[in-house]
């Protein structure tokens, strides 16, 4: 058993959180802070190594650190190094993070894209098997999209494998965060809900939208569209089980029994829609930190595997 702590940092469009593990013990030191705040008015990458810098501190200044693992809303290199693009955070793009980060905290720096860290946590915390092919999608902001097979993460040629919210659809024109038009995360995101409140619903705050408007036919085509994501990518890889999560299907009453109908009537008939395993993430703010260290100290592992 490792007798160092190894930290966690979810940084989020909106929100960073970080927090600290040692062994089993429970998530100590756990905080929230508005983005803004916490990377402050320096440059994210600059921001984000005094953020962990300052956390380290004031909370764990006489222990060592095993490692920090960070998970981004971010496309990554394939050796998970580089950051490539982040759509929702300007000043990160192309950037050598671990290399500048490690530089700065004398401690190694583990990074993963945010939605494989929540995936690969949530297997975990359910105690499902990871034989098999497993597929994880989370509707917040954008769609995140997490694929393994027999536990390992499906990345890809070039480390991006799984931008499930940018397959086009036919005939769509939104334009898209990513720079393309007519991605699905213009039709099933947190962005598309925001637009649909501000058209059709402009005097219901959007944490209200499904309690108050839940049988509207506005809504009902956005749950719609969300499941047509879903059955998506359940006609192409027929997976053993399937992780619904993200702020959209936390939203207070957000119909869920009719989002799993939509995605039954649209998966192919009578297979693989016959048997779809489909389990809901649980809706914590301390997940992307559980993860990111459960993701650090796998990587460890394979590390200290090495060099033994």
Not at 180 to 207: H, K, M, P, Q
């Amino acid at each position: 058993m490792r007798e160092n702590y190894t930290i966690g940092v979810d940084i989020g469009g909106t929100y960073v959180r970080i927090g600290a593990q040692k062994n089993d013990d429970p998530l100590t030191g756990f905080e929230k802070i508005l983005r803004e705040s916490a990377l402050g008015d320096t440059s994210p990458i600059e921001g984000i190594g005094a953020f962990i810098s300052d956390y380290l501190e004031k909370n764990f200044p006489r222990l060592n650190i095993d490692a920090v693992g960070i998970g981004f809303p971010s496309t990554l290199s394939k050796d998970r190094r580089t950051i490539y693009h982040t759509p929702n955070i300007e000043g990160l793009d192309n950037s050598p993070i671990s290399d500048i980060l490690e530089q700065k905290i004398k401690t190694p720096i583990f990074l993963e894209k945010d939605v494989n860290i929540l995936f690969k946590w949530d297997i975990y915390n359910k105690r499902l098997p990871e034989k098999g092919i497993g597929l994880g999608i989370y509707f917040g902001t954008g769609i995140g999209n997490a694929i393994t097979i027999n536990g390992e993460l499906l990345i890809g040629r070039d480390g991006i494998a799984g931008e499930l919210g940018h397959v086009p659809v036919i005939g769509g024109s939104g334009m898209c965060g990513c720079g393309n038009s007519g991605c699905f995360e213009c039709y099933a995101s947190g962005r598309r809900l925001v637009e649909l409140r501000e058209s059709y619903f402009g005097d219901t705050e959007i944490r209200d939208l499904f309690s108050e408007h839940r049988d509207s036919t506005i809504l009902k085509e956005f749950v719609e569209a969300m499941a047509c994501v879903v059955a998506t990518e359940i006609n192409i890889f027929n997976p053993h089980f399937i992780i619904l999560g993200g702020g959209i299907v936390n939203m207070k009453d957000f119909p869920r029994k009719l989002l799993d109908e939509y995605i039954y009537n649209h998966s192919r008939h009578p297979v693989p829609s016959g048997g779809l395993p489909l389990y809901y993430s649980d809706d914590s703010d301390r997940n992307g930190v559980l993860g990111s260290i459960y993701m650090a100290r796998g990587k460890l592992n394979v590390a200290d595997n090495t060099r033994s």
